[in-house]
C-alpha cells in the first residue's frame, strides 16, 4: 500500500483544514489507518485513527471535538476535518496503515506498517 497525504497549509488560529491520505497498490479495506503528527523537538504521535472495516475511531485527548477522521473505502480515502485549530496543533502530519482483521490494537507509530510522506500544518496565532 502507499500512502499519499495532502491538505496541509498555513491558517490562522480557529481556522480549519482537510487533510486526505490516498492509498494506492491495494483496496483500503480492512485496514486501520491513523493520522500522527510530529511537531519540532517532539515525538510523532497519534492524533486520530479509524478502522475502514467497522468506522471505528479513536482521538487523542488535545483534538477531541475539533477533529474529525473519515474513511471513504470505495475512493480508498481517509481524511481528517481539522477545525478550531490551535497554534499547538501546528506540525508534520502523516498518514499510516496496517492491515487489521479484528483483535486488539493501539495506536502506535511503531504498530503501522505503511507510512506517506507528511504533509506541514502550520497554525498561526
Known amino acids: 500500500v502507499q500512502l499519499q497525504a495532502s491538505g496541509g497549509g498555513l491558517v490562522q488560529a480557529g481556522g480549519s483544514l482537510r487533510l486526505s491520505c490516498a492509498a494506492s497498490?491495494?483496496?483500503?479495506?480492512?485496514?486501520?489507518v491513523g493520522w500522527f503528527r510530529q511537531a519540532p523537538g517532539k515525538d510523532r504521535e497519534i492524533v486520530a485513527g479509524?478502522?475502514?472495516?467497522?468506522?471505528?475511531?479513536y482521538y487523542t485527548d488535545s483534538v477531541e471535538g475539533r477533529f474529525t477522521i473519515s474513511g471513504n473505502t470505495a475512493k480508498n480515502m481517509v481524511y481528517l476535518q481539522m477545525n478550531s485549530l490551535k497554534p499547538e496543533d501546528t506540525a508534520i502530519y502523516y498518514c499510516?496503515?496496517?492491515?487489521?482483521?479484528?483483535?486488539?490494537?493501539?495506536?502506535?507509530?511503531?504498530?503501522?506498517?505503511?507510512w506517506g510522506k507528511g504533509t506541514l500544518v502550520t497554525v498561526s496565532s
Open positions: 499510516a496503515a496496517v492491515r487489521y482483521l479484528g483483535g486488539s490494537y493501539s495506536w502506535t507509530s511503531g504498530g503501522m506498517d505503511y
Open positions: 497498490g491495494r483496496t483500503f479495506s480492512n485496514y486501520r
Open positions: 479509524i478502522t475502514t472495516s467497522g468506522r471505528r475511531t
